[in-house]
């Protein structure tokens, strides 16, 4: 079960970083892009967690269970993150339009 814990926690961080890096996102959240150096550092953050990640699982399951392990839990992080995303511009755009 702790893998399983560790897994989702690293797989989010990783996407939640590499979500970040993208001006697009950082204009939504934020109100304005970040300094290019502080982009830089979440992108790489962000890659370096999805090898982590890699290392953790392959580590734990083996590398025939492992891959396929990997996937799924990257898959449900990057899917858990973009609705997170879609969810915080619609709430900041209901807000806008009650303000008014």
């Not at 690293?10 to 697009?24: G, I, K, P, T």
């Not at 934020?30 to 982009?39: E, I, T, W």
Request: hydrophobic fraction near 60%; avoid cysteine.
């Amino acid at each position: 079960m702790t893998i399983h814990l560790a897994m989702i926690v690293v797989s989010l961080a990783a996407f939640a970083s590499l979500a970040l890096a993208m001006e697009r996102h950082q204009e939504n959240l934020f109100r304005a892009a970040l300094p290019a150096g502080q982009s830089r550092a979440l992108r790489i953050a962000g890659w370096v967690l999805l090898m982590a990640a890699l290392v953790l699982i392959v580590r734990a399951r083996g590398w025939s269970l492992g891959l396929v392990a990997y996937s799924g839990y990257t898959s449900f992080a990057a899917g858990a993150v973009f609705l997170t995303l879609v969810a915080a511009e619609r709430w900041r755009l209901r807000r806008q339009q009650r303000a008014r």
